[in-house]
């Protein structure tokens, strides 16, 4: 009698615990900073009734928040494109997309054919894209007008006046300004480790010229602003979102081509509001939203006319920073193979702890 | 049902949700966490059992140079709470009247309300090149160029120690509290001076309350993250911050347990050998025993 009212309980008890998660009409959105802006969200729960709870992240912490739960407890993803192959195959995170449930035709060709091609396993699709940019270097020109490379971030007239991201774009922008080919690479490990160490060495060198490592947008934004740093390696929409309060401020494509990722929608492996997530990426592509969702967060929607649907501000810090030649100069990251990531781990490590 | 088998009923209930908490939140993890540890990745999907993740540890410089300095800067910040912490308490405690002590103690409660990353924050306000402190020494006309007091090692140590030093101060003044004033009179009649009655008398009595609030304030600041990730800046490697990035940014959640299990050892044994020292058992910390 007594083991069976111990049983009722640790039965309620999980019953408890499997019933709470969130009903479907929550959308458990798991995204990068500016890219779920308050007046989106009240509007699309005026029209849909679907109440969008955010969670600000980053490409590592989706992987990690998303293993840790085998894909759970969110509903709605944006990894970038080239972060879902293999965490896919090594976690299992993600479910396919059903295609169908989502308006196709709003996407530029290229932009979804090219995310498509990235995150197709076994014949299934995993991702649509979201909005795309590209990652360089971010200069306040008054300051330093001569700041064209990744390399230039070393030069001593500069020393304490950058600042860094101590994640892979750093360690693979620095391998483009050296004349390497780190893309090209990245089916080769031992030359891949080769071009790597040598940006590493190249950074641990320069470090006396690095403030602070930077760790997110604000951050980065503060000590542009407040003049503390003169250039840092930067994503373009933070820049130009800079450039709008001080035209002295912004993006530079580097001179050895400005890195190019997309950031999608993907499913998370146990989303349990997978048709609220369909809607909800249908509305953010209305040309209306796209338009909303670009000036706030300062990057280019996936939508046919992206370009166009944005702020006249943005639109003029976009051609003010990139010429034709930049945009062709673009390098686009590919699917990261498996154990690469081990490698820059411990590289990036190395800088943080040098002296 | 007889009177013991209730008295045993009772006792086990009371003592449900402490055992259930220990077991579920404490026991549990820790257990789940060690087995991680011990599980080597050889390939992606592919792993073994072995203690690969610990000698791993031991054969790269730096994870093990982060730990004994992570180590030694806890010790140092555990030393200068003391010396901010002890002169607090003690006028607290002897010295204050009964209304100001309220006050006082309030006055260091407040702080606490606020959370970790607000008062870092705070800290970065006043102490970034072009923050509160930088400004006003510039129209003081002490420096003529703006000065950078944020992202080193010093930084981080006073945050660390501006965190900590209430859980030096609380027992530190309940021990105070509990001397009896005649002690110090006497030692200062039988001629004893300040400093004399300080060392021979003051200190053994509050030493309890010392070894206490030494062990919480150097476990707070080993384990603490936010704090050194926002004042050190380049070069400061916290041990924390190495299992963050093992675990998140790495993916590699067999070190990063490795490293979890060691940060804890590591500690235990600090705080073992500091009571070994101050012979002092961990009981005499929680209880006085008035022999």
Redesign the interface.
Request: avoid cysteine; charged fraction near 25%; proline fraction near 4%.
């Given at each position: 009698m007594r083991k069976f009212k111990v049983l009722a309980v640790l039965a309620t008890l999980a019953v408890a615990t499997t019933t709470t998660p969130a009903a479907a009409d929550t959308l458990r959105l798991l995204t990068w900073g500016s890219y779920a802006p308050e007046n989106v969200i009240e509007m699309f729960k005026n029209e849909t009734g679907i109440e969008v709870e955010v969670t600000f992240s980053n490409n590592e912490e989706m992987i990690s928040k998303l293993r840790a739960t085998g894909g759970g407890g969110f509903d709605l993803a944006q990894p970038s494109h080239d972060r879902i192959h293999a965490a896919q195959l090594e976690y299992n995170i993600y479910r396919p997309m059903d295609l169908s449930k989502i308006d196709t035709s709003a996407y530029d060709p290229s932009l979804l054919a090219a995310v498509k091609a990235n995150t197709t396993i076994d014949g299934e699709v995993y991702s649509v894209p979201h909005f795309w940019g590209t990652s360089g270097l971010v200069v306040n020109k008054a300051k330093a007008p001569d700041l064209e490379s990744f390399a230039d971030l070393c030069d001593p007239q500069y020393e304490g006046r950058v600042s860094m991201r101590l994640k892979r774009t750093i360690l693979i922008g620095m391998g483009y300004a050296m004349g390497e080919d780190p893309f090209g690479a990245y089916g080769d490990i031992a030359e891949y480790e080769r071009i790597i160490n040598a940006a590493a060495e190249k950074l641990i060198a320069c470090k006396a010229n690095v403030k602070t490592y930077w760790t997110g947008g604000d951050d980065l934004s503060n000590l542009l602003r407040s003049g503390e740093i003169v250039a840092s390696d930067a994503w373009d929409g933070t820049a130009f979102k800079l450039n709008t309060e001080n035209p002295d401020i912004n993006f530079r494509p580097p001179s050895h081509g400005a890195m190019g990722w997309i950031d999608t929608f993907t499913l998370p492996r146990k989303s349990k509001a997978e048709e609220a997530a369909y809607q909800w990426i249908n509305f953010v592509m209305r040309p209306d939203i796209a338009k909303m969702m670009s000036s706030h967060s300062g990057y280019v929607t996936a939508h046919k006319d992206g370009g166009d649907l944005t702020s006249d501000q943005l639109k003029a810090s976009f051609s003010d920073a990139f010429s034709n030649d930049d945009v062709a100069n673009i390098k686009w990251f590919a699917n990261i193979p498996p154990g690469l990531e081990d490698i820059e781990g411990k590289v990036l490590e190395r800088i943080k702890a040098a002296q | 049902m007889n009177q013991r088998s209730i008295r045993r009923l009772t006792l086990f209930m009371l003592l449900a949700p402490f055992l259930l908490w220990i077991a579920l939140l404490i026991v549990l993890p820790h257990a789940g966490i060690f087995t991680l540890s011990l599980r080597e990745k050889v390939?992606?999907?592919v792993y073994t059992v072995g203690p690969g993740n610990y000698l791993d540890f031991f054969r790269e410089p730096?994870y093990w140079?982060?730990l004994l300095r992570t180590a030694s800067f806890s010790v140092l910040v555990t030393a200068l709470t003391f010396l901010v912490g002890f002169p607090i308490a003690y006028y607290i405690a002897k010295i204050a009247g009964r209304r100001a002590r309220g006050a006082l103690f309030l006055g260091c409660l407040i702080p606490l309300w606020v959370s970790d990353l607000v008062r870092a924050y705070g800290w970065m306000i006043l102490l970034?090149?072009?923050g509160v402190v930088s400004s006003f020494l510039q129209w003081t006309g002490i420096v003529s160029v703006p000065v950078?007091l944020?992202?080193n090692d010093a930084t981080v140590v006073v945050g660390l120690v501006y965190t900590v030093v209430l859980f030096m101060i609380v027992p530190l003044v309940s021990t105070l509290d509990g001397m009896d004033n005649s002690l110090i009179e006497a030692g200062y009649n039988l001629g004893g001076n300040g400093l004399t009655v300080m060392r021979r008398i003051v200190i053994p009595y509050a030493m309890p309350g010392i070894v206490a609030g030494s062990i919480v304030v150097f476990m707070l600041t080993a384990g603490s993250y936010l704090t050194p990730i926002l004042l050190g800046?380049?070069?400061s490697?916290w041990f924390t911050e190495?299992i963050y990035?093992q675990?998140?940014?790495?993916?590699?959640w067999e070190s990063g347990a490795a490293f979890g299990i060691l940060l804890l050892l590591f500690t235990s044994l600090t705080v073992w050998l500091g009571l070994r020292l101050s012979g002092q058992s961990l009981a005499s910390t929680v209880a006085r025993n008035e022999a």
């Open positions: - | 390939a992606p999907l730096i140079n982060t970034r090149e072009t950078e944020l992202y800046g380049k070069n490697m190495q990035e675990f998140i940014t790495r993916f590699n």
